[in-house]
């Protein structure tokens, strides 16, 4: 199967090698003539303006022509992604492609004559007879096939060549230049500058939710307690008076608890004192189901990151309790070279939806740091959500 | 007196409940949002409603806009509202509609029993309990505006009180002065504030707040 694969692409690229050939020769053709035919209207300025347009269209039809050939052929996805150069630009880069195309064109030429030579040879020698009068002795067969082992691995070194020079050519001509590349990753930040103002916002809100329907109705309602308690007691009913105060005490020991959750889910005090390993282990520690931690990571890595891991285990972990009602979840961090990978798996019922309000701010989260963001979660399960922050 | 609560935390609602039966109300349903309130309602046809602002889905002003309509559809319930804020905006709403029968208090007051329950009887007594936090607020917001500052200090206590929904004799008694006393100051307010001397408290409170709340 990976050998029919490797077969069919190189049948692609030779075919794509060929096809190239044919578009140099009619690319030069093309613009000798287009020079041709411009050369006398350039004098008549409303021709001028006419024929150029119709060159410009041409050169332009022309350059898409050879973009499709190298993501068609020779696979080169770049050359998908390659918009917006003008006539300008598709001119120049026709301008220096077709010698390459002819180089390639040359190559495959020589293929097939040797090819022919050596066809030619063993016919011969098979049917008996002398080719130039050459015997087929052992010394003779071992120098041919020699010399043709040669001239193949030198005529395919050429092949590759052409074809990373044909990529190349289109990368520098076609593809985006430095200010694009620029421009591109200016429109990347604004977006992530944005998305995480809204993250931020949207966390805000969450805490201020927390607070408010969390802590602050428990306050209230231990008031009510001790205020009951207290008209109890002046009522002269001393034993539901102290019922309701042992109520109340229980109330005051839940709200430190709530309290320090609030606490906790607004930032993990533990990363700073303890570090990613210990606060990912106290996450699984609090987990209701069994959670196993690998954490792989040599160096302490910078602290936003640090940050964006334990948040994005967090948020995964209270998911998988939460919806995907899972019996067990996997945390695997580690590092390779520049780049720390964060996996969490679970073996729920899957169908998690990346749009949900926790894995959107998780998601702006690591976007803010360059990092990538994706949740693999089929219907039926199980869920892997996979995070690759850069510690540059 | 029959009362429906609505509020969402199960705690408070609870705790809510159990207040009310000890102090001899009677509790015919407890719900926890705006839809299933106004269901309710529809239902038992209660004396008074005890409902929180903030409910879900949302948590902005589901209750509130569940009391505008069973103010709208019944006038004679009685209908108190809890909320996390001052909203000034909530607090004109509800007395625009009809100053009576209405009452708006910050829901941390729930935890001093005895003004609570003081802000409910009043509301299903008919009258009006404002927020002292509110009413505060609502002074503050127009101390630029001339008429008020020309109150005395005492005036303003009296204003205080009043707009919160007590009446001559509740006032008299807050203050430790006479009730002759108090009547005294509410005249000389209503002339300092142009405002013709109406029958009836709460509609004098209402012209009061309109008055603070434009």
Same mark, same amino acid.
């Given at each position: 199967m990976r050998i029919w694969s490797a077969v069919v692409a190189s049948a692609r690229l030779v075919?794509?090698?060929?096809?190239?050939?044919?578009?140099?020769?009619?690319?030069?053709? %093309?613009?000798?003539? @287009?020079?041709? /035919?411009?050369?006398?209207?350039?004098?008549?300025?409303?021709?001028?303006?006419?024929?150029?347009? !119709?060159?410009?269209?041409? /050169?332009? *039809?022309?350059?898409?022509?050879?973009?499709?050939?190298?993501? *068609?052929?020779?696979?080169?996805?770049?050359?998908?992604?390659? *918009?917006?150069?003008?006539?300008?630009?598709?001119?120049?880069?026709? %301008?220096?492609r077709w010698p390459v195309g002819l180089l390639g064109g040359g190559i495959l030429a020589l293929f097939v004559w040797g090819a022919a030579t050596v066809t030619v040879f063993v016919w011969y020698w098979l049917t008996g007879r002398y080719p130039d009068n050459i015997p087929p002795s052992p010394w003779i067969i071992t120098y041919l096939s020699v010399a043709c082992g040669f001239a193949l691995f030198l005529?395919?070194? @050429?092949?590759?060549? /052409?074809?990373r020079l044909e990529r190349n050519v289109a990368r520098r001509f076609l593809g985006p230049t430095p200010a694009d590349l620029l421009r591109m990753r200016i429109e990347q930040l604004s977006a992530t500058r944005a998305d995480v103002v809204a993250a931020v916002d949207a966390e805000r809100r969450r805490i201020e939710r927390?607070?408010?329907?969390?802590?602050?109705? !428990?306050? /209230?309602?231990?008031?009510?307690?001790?205020?009951?308690? !207290? *008209?109890s007691g002046a009522a002269g009913d001393e034993v539901k008076s102290a019922d309701l105060l042992a109520q109340a005490h229980a109330e005051s020991r839940e709200i430190l608890d709530e309290l320090r959750e609030v606490a906790w889910r607004v930032y993990p005090a533990a990363l700073d004192t303890l570090g990613l390993r210990d606060a990912l282990a106290g996450v699984a520690e609090r987990a209701p189901i069994p959670v196993t931690v690998r954490y792989d990571v040599p160096e302490t890595p910078p602290a936003p990151v640090v940050t964006a891991a334990y948040f994005v285990v967090s948020e995964a972990v209270t998911n998988a309790v939460k919806h995907a009602s899972a019996s067990r979840i996997e945390i695997v961090v580690t590092r390779e070279r520049r780049t720390m990978t964060v996996r969490v798996s679970d073996d729920g019922g899957g169908g998690a939806d990346p749009g949900g309000a926790g894995l959107t701010g998780l998601a702006r989260r690591v976007a803010a740091l360059d990092g990538r963001f994706a949740v693999i979660s089929p219907v039926g399960g199980p869920t892997e959500v996979r995070v690759m922050l850069p510690c540059a | 007196m029959r009362v429906i609560i609505a509020e969402d935390s199960a705690l408070l609602r609870d705790g809510l409940r159990r207040l009310l039966v000890d102090e001899g109300y009677t509790v015919v349903d407890a719900v926890g949002d705006g839809a299933a309130l106004v269901e309710s309602v529809s239902r038992h046809v209660p004396d008074l409603v005890v409902a929180d602002v903030r409910m879900p889905p949302t948590h902005s002003d589901e209750g509130l806009r569940a009391a505008v309509e069973i103010r709208r559809r019944w006038p004679s319930i009685g209908v108190l509202m809890l909320s996390q804020y001052v909203e000034q905006r909530y607090a004109v709403d509800l007395l625009t509609g009809h100053g009576t029968r209405v009452g708006y208090l910050l829901k941390d007051r729930v935890a001093d029993v005895g003004e609570f329950l003081e802000a409910l009887a009043r509301v299903g007594a008919g009258g009006t309990a404002f927020d002292p936090e509110v009413v505060r607020q609502l002074l503050r917001r127009t101390t630029h505006t001339d008429p008020l500052t020309r109150l005395t200090g005492r005036e303003r206590d009296v204003l205080d009180a009043m707009a919160q929904g007590h009446n001559n004799a509740s006032i008299a008694a807050r203050l430790h002065v006479s009730q002759s006393a108090v009547e005294k100051h509410v005249r000389s307010i209503f002339d300092k504030l142009g405002l013709a001397d109406a029958e009836g408290y709460s509609r004098r409170v209402l012209a009061v707040l309109r008055y603070l709340g434009e």
């Amino acid at each position: 199967m990976r050998i029919w694969s490797a077969v069919v692409a190189s049948a692609r690229l030779v075919w794509g090698l060929a096809v190239g050939a044919l578009t140099a020769v009619a690319t030069l053709a %093309g613009l000798a003539a @287009g020079g041709i /035919v411009l050369a006398p209207a350039l004098a008549w300025p409303s021709a001028r303006e006419a024929s150029m347009h !119709r060159l410009a269209s041409i /050169v332009l *039809r022309l350059a898409e022509f050879e973009r499709h050939r190298l993501y *068609r052929l020779f696979g080169d996805t770049e050359a998908k992604t390659y *918009r917006g150069y003008g006539p300008e630009r598709a001119l120049a880069y026709l %301008g220096v492609r077709w010698p390459v195309g002819l180089l390639g064109g040359g190559i495959l030429a020589l293929f097939v004559w040797g090819a022919a030579t050596v066809t030619v040879f063993v016919w011969y020698w098979l049917t008996g007879r002398y080719p130039d009068n050459i015997p087929p002795s052992p010394w003779i067969i071992t120098y041919l096939s020699v010399a043709c082992g040669f001239a193949l691995f030198l005529g395919v070194q @050429g092949l590759i060549g /052409v074809v990373r020079l044909e990529r190349n050519v289109a990368r520098r001509f076609l593809g985006p230049t430095p200010a694009d590349l620029l421009r591109m990753r200016i429109e990347q930040l604004s977006a992530t500058r944005a998305d995480v103002v809204a993250a931020v916002d949207a966390e805000r809100r969450r805490i201020e939710r927390d607070l408010h329907d969390g802590v602050q109705q !428990r306050l /209230v309602a231990l008031g009510m307690l001790l205020g009951r308690a !207290r *008209r109890s007691g002046a009522a002269g009913d001393e034993v539901k008076s102290a019922d309701l105060l042992a109520q109340a005490h229980a109330e005051s020991r839940e709200i430190l608890d709530e309290l320090r959750e609030v606490a906790w889910r607004v930032y993990p005090a533990a990363l700073d004192t303890l570090g990613l390993r210990d606060a990912l282990a106290g996450v699984a520690e609090r987990a209701p189901i069994p959670v196993t931690v690998r954490y792989d990571v040599p160096e302490t890595p910078p602290a936003p990151v640090v940050t964006a891991a334990y948040f994005v285990v967090s948020e995964a972990v209270t998911n998988a309790v939460k919806h995907a009602s899972a019996s067990r979840i996997e945390i695997v961090v580690t590092r390779e070279r520049r780049t720390m990978t964060v996996r969490v798996s679970d073996d729920g019922g899957g169908g998690a939806d990346p749009g949900g309000a926790g894995l959107t701010g998780l998601a702006r989260r690591v976007a803010a740091l360059d990092g990538r963001f994706a949740v693999i979660s089929p219907v039926g399960g199980p869920t892997e959500v996979r995070v690759m922050l850069p510690c540059a | 007196m029959r009362v429906i609560i609505a509020e969402d935390s199960a705690l408070l609602r609870d705790g809510l409940r159990r207040l009310l039966v000890d102090e001899g109300y009677t509790v015919v349903d407890a719900v926890g949002d705006g839809a299933a309130l106004v269901e309710s309602v529809s239902r038992h046809v209660p004396d008074l409603v005890v409902a929180d602002v903030r409910m879900p889905p949302t948590h902005s002003d589901e209750g509130l806009r569940a009391a505008v309509e069973i103010r709208r559809r019944w006038p004679s319930i009685g209908v108190l509202m809890l909320s996390q804020y001052v909203e000034q905006r909530y607090a004109v709403d509800l007395l625009t509609g009809h100053g009576t029968r209405v009452g708006y208090l910050l829901k941390d007051r729930v935890a001093d029993v005895g003004e609570f329950l003081e802000a409910l009887a009043r509301v299903g007594a008919g009258g009006t309990a404002f927020d002292p936090e509110v009413v505060r607020q609502l002074l503050r917001r127009t101390t630029h505006t001339d008429p008020l500052t020309r109150l005395t200090g005492r005036e303003r206590d009296v204003l205080d009180a009043m707009a919160q929904g007590h009446n001559n004799a509740s006032i008299a008694a807050r203050l430790h002065v006479s009730q002759s006393a108090v009547e005294k100051h509410v005249r000389s307010i209503f002339d300092k504030l142009g405002l013709a001397d109406a029958e009836g408290y709460s509609r004098r409170v209402l012209a009061v707040l309109r008055y603070l709340g434009e």
